[in-house]
């Protein structure tokens, strides 16, 4: 079913409005919009970065993939991009050498890639940074200093802010 124009006018309306309140939000406190504009910041810096200097200073011919190399492996803290970077080379390297001895016992091109591959995608990077998930919120603060067994913030903005 197709709406009419008035219906697809009021949904174009209401995210319009939604996406206004969510920019709002990211601008005036802390919260998960703040949260995602910083993350989709870090991940746009680290795409530009990656193609200047695989581009510019490098010259390598594809550097096309240096900026969804850096997108894909922005984390929310440096620690957590740095630590997903080695993770990636160290299974990179161990799946060359899985794959080389597979080919060499084997003969066979096709088993050489079929034997490291799920063991490799099964521990990468992806399955061990996947980021936990929050406590339920408890009152109306979005500070990371909450415990999760408490009920209220254990030293936000909002608290110092009062005193």
């Known amino acids: ?83 997903t970077g080695v993770q990636q080379v160290v299974l990179i390297a161990a799946g060359t050498v899985l794959a080389a001895a597979a080919a060499g016992l084997t003969g066979n091109t096709m088993a050489a890639m079929s034997c490291p591959s799920p063991s490799c995608s099964a521990t990468g990077p992806a399955s061990a940074t996947r980021a936990p998930t929050p406590p339920p919120r408890r009152s109306s603060c979005w500070c990371t200093a909450r415990t999760p067994a408490s009920t209220s913030c254990t030293g936000c903005w909002r608290r110092s802010s009062a005193r």
């Open 1 to 83: 079913m197709i709406p009419s124009a008035r219906e697809a006018w009021h949904r174009v309306h209401g995210e319009a409005g939604a996406v206004g309140r969510s920019v709002r939000s990211a601008l005036t406190g802390p919260g998960p919009e703040r949260d995602l504009a910083v993350q989709s910041l870090k991940a746009a810096g680290a795409a530009i970065l990656a193609w200047a200097v695989a581009g510019w200073w490098w010259q390598a011919p594809l550097a096309l993939m240096a900026p969804w190399t850096a997108v894909a492996l922005v984390q929310s803290t440096v620690y957590r991009s740095v630590r």
